[in-house]
């Protein structure tokens, strides 16, 4: 279909549309009209990512003396595909001039888009890399020129390298929108490189779709997105938990093993010639050159971009030295019998005092890394990684002097007798990492189905967005049913609260809840803990009870395992018990892998139960930093910080069986704090919005009568499309009366 939006003419690749696709457009158009950015909540299942790539692609297209590029970034692979299918879908609603003319793609990792036999079959991410670099490193291919025979190289690489220096890659790859299989049947067949042919080609793109780290880790965005113009237009979706990736980003941990790396080459000749081509370059230049990795990083304050590679640390043997007297001084902080808590100052002060290393050449210590690893040749960066982790952390206390604690324990509070000492570099400012990426670009869009309360974002990232709203799912019918249980069918109360987690009749009523619900609710059930030990615990309580066996007499259950592989097999076999009609329960954890992208719609998932409130632990010492940090510099209280975190994640896990208006799911949030204001109020308005006053305080008997009504009600046939003043879907006809009534008011 096709409509008028504020003067702007929609392409949307479907007949009909949401109301509040509608609404989601207009406030991300007036985004987009002001050049800022913008903070969007939008109910899952509601068609966020087709509303985003039409309204944004059509504002391209409408401008085309000033186009924007999109880039989309998603947190897996699994939401890239998704994406890039929307956008194929969307391309071929476009006129044809304009489908002929733009060119989308998903950027991914050497292990997702390898196609050499040898180096794809490697099973880690790290292995496909160092094999690759083993085959297409340049002094691999110099030597291949004199030895050709001895020497392997990538045929797939060689294509793509005369390619771009006859400049033909656009040859390769003409307009239209290519996922991470077309990339990689694109390369088998034309005999290129998929993933150095999309690194190239993302240059050119309109859309480009990727992970957040291609932005955000400023070690990944100096390679991948450093030519990104500011005319891009910046999209973060499903970044409800944005805060933490950008910390993660910016966060170190040192233990004993790390700091085993060591340097074993030490040949004297190369060494010489690449302190000769620093020396070259001041003469050339007037200063010394600064990496291209470096000189892109978008993390790096701009002052410190422009300053040279310190003189200590020029020649080569000079630097190992200094990265020796580091080792050994990080060495010697681990030795500690006491938790140490230190300010990036005052560390870098120990250091200076101690192992004679100022800040100026801690900051460089990266940079000055990567320049000697391509000095000596080194394509096996496996053997280096740790090595790499410690200039990592060096440059990121030489550079930062707020915002970080460097945390010393000696043990893991949790594990006291068990000896295991690190040094964590803990960033606590999410905004360090993303404001590069705000001020870079004129628009940047944080969107998700979990984002309440919302006004707390722009204070965790620092920014002011020009849009900020959250909208409501229009519904024919209330396909929503979230209830919650505080107390099980004995009236005793249910909470994961530390004091009463363990007690067992807690155990017992989280247990006959299970049990009551797998026999009345057919198809999936899926089940989320507040952590995998508390996820173990309970179940071998239930076992030594009897209750597990009694709950397999009605479904067979599947495990999330922190083993990616095992979840995956086991969520596949869950999947074909529930196409069998039996129905299956999978045990999930909160934060887990499966809580943040998979979907359980339709008859995999009628049925979701968080168990307990999904808060971090509280007596972690980085936490605690984080929370103090907050406290004093954005005026954040630790609890709201805490409920606020605890209840998004809360709002993720049940969120995933609710996929479309026509699918229909229960909601139970199993613990008697939901039942307070101040922590309800802090779940998204499309999940209140269906919380009624007779679901707040409810025991498993009056829950199991809730739940077998509502599923006798969502049997019932119902009008899909709405009617009178409750429709859910738009046609273009009904797009045109309304503007035309607008115009009349």
């Not at 470096?294 to 971009?305: H, V």
Request: aromatic share 8%; proline share 4%; charged share 25%.
């Amino acid at each position: 279909m096709k409509f008028d939006l504020e003067g702007l003419t929609v392409h949307f690749p479907y007949a009909a549309i949401y109301p509040e696709q509608h609404a989601y457009m207009g406030e991300l158009k007036r985004a987009l009209d002001a050049r800022g950015h913008a903070l969007l909540e939008m109910p899952t299942g509601t068609g966020k990512t087709s509303a985003l790539i039409s309204l944004i692609t059509s504002y391209s297209l409408a401008s085309p003396s000033r186009p924007l590029r999109l880039i989309y970034c998603t947190r897996t692979v699994h939401e890239m595909e998704k994406t890039l299918a929307e956008l194929r879908l969307l391309f071929a609603h476009l006129p044809a001039a304009a489908s002929r003319s733009l060119l989308a793609l998903g950027l991914s990792s050497r292990k997702n888009l390898c196609v050499h036999p040898q180096a794809s079959a490697a099973a880690a991410r790290d292995s496909v890399d160092t094999a690759c670099r083993r085959l297409t490193a340049s002094w691999v291919r110099d030597r291949a020129a004199s030895d050709p025979d001895s020497t392997p190289l990538c045929d797939f690489f060689e294509s793509f390298d005369r390619a771009a220096a006859a400049g033909d890659l656009a040859s390769y790859m003409p307009p239209g929108v290519y996922t991470l299989a077309d990339l990689r049947a694109l390369g088998r067949d034309r005999g290129i490189c998929p993933y150095f042919l999309a690194r190239q080609m993302v240059k050119y793109a309109n859309v480009v779709v990727y992970s957040y780290q291609y932005l955000i880790d400023p070690k990944v965005a100096s390679i991948v997105s450093r030519e990104m113009q500011k005319e891009c237009v910046v999209v973060f979706d499903e970044a409800h938990n944005i805060d933490n990736v950008c910390i993660e980003a910016l966060s170190v941990s040192i233990r004993k093993q790390t700091l085993e790396g060591r340097f074993k080459a030490t040949d004297a000749n190369r060494l010489r010639a690449e302190y000769n081509r620093l020396v070259d370059g001041l003469a050339q230049r007037g200063n010394l050159p600064i990496s291209d990795a470096w000189l892109a990083n978008p993390a790096l304050p701009e002052d410190i971009l422009k300053e040279a590679v310190p003189g200590n640390i020029r020649r080569a043997e000079h630097f190992l030295a200094v990265l020796r007297r580091l080792v050994r001084f990080l060495d010697g902080r681990l030795e500690t019998e006491n938790v140490e808590n230190e300010m990036p100052v005052a560390f870098v002060a120990s250091i200076h005092s101690q192992a004679g290393i100022d800040q100026k050449m801690l900051r460089f210590c990266y940079d000055r890394l990567h320049s000697l690893m391509l000095t000596l040749e080194i394509t096996d960066t496996d053997e280096f990684m740790h090595i790499q982790t410690i200039c990592d952390f060096a440059t990121l206390i030489g550079t930062y002097t707020r915002g970080f604690s460097i945390i010393i324990e000696p043990y893991d509070e949790r594990m006291p007798d068990i000896r295991d000492p690190v040094i964590q570099l803990s960033c606590h400012d999410a905004s360090l990492a993303i404001q590069p990426v705000f001020e870079r670009f004129q628009t940047v869009v944080i969107t998700s189905g979990t984002l309440s309360p919302i006004d707390l974002y722009p204070r965790l990232l620092n920014f002011n967005p020009v849009i900020s709203r959250s909208f409501t799912m229009s519904l024919t019918r209330d396909c929503i049913c979230p209830m919650v249980l505080t107390r099980g069918s004995d009236q005793l109360p249910v909470s994961t609260k530390f004091d009463m987690r363990s007690d067992p009749g807690v155990v017992r009523n989280y247990g006959r809840l299970l049990l009551e619900m797998a026999s009345a609710v057919p198809d999936g059930i899926v089940c989320f803990f507040v952590s995998y030990s508390y996820m173990d615990g309970i179940v071998n309580s239930w076992n030594e009870m009897g209750i597990l066996q009694d709950i397999m007499q009605h479904k067979l259950v599947f495990i999330e395992t922190p083993d990616v592989v095992e979840t995956t097999l086991a969520l596949d076999n869950y999947r074909k018990a529930c196409d069998c009609g039996r129905g299956a329960i999978f045990f999930s954890v909160a934060r887990g892998k499966v809580a943040e992208g998979i979907d359980f719609d339709r008859h995999y998932g009628r049925l979701v139960i968080m168990f307990g409130v999904p808060f971090q632990y509280t007596l972690s010492r980085i936490l605690l930093a984080r929370l103090e940090y907050l406290r004093e510099t954005f005026q954040i209280k630790e609890g709201d910080f805490l409920t606020f975190d605890a209840l998004r994640q809360a709002a993720q896990c049940v969120g995933r069986v609710i996929r479309s208006k026509a699918d229909y799911g229960m909601m139970i949030f199993a613990d008697k704090r939901y039942s307070r204001h101040d922590k309800r109020s802090k779940l998204p308005g499309w999940i209140l919005s269906h919380l009624h006053d007779a679901h707040l305080n409810l025991s498993t008997d009056m829950a199991l009568h809730i739940a077998r009504e509502f599923l006798r009600r969502m049997a019932q046939p119902y009008d899909k499309t709405g009617s009178g003043g409750n429709k859910t879907l738009l046609t273009e006809e009904d797009l045109q009366n309304m503007a035309q009534d607008a115009m009349e008011m």
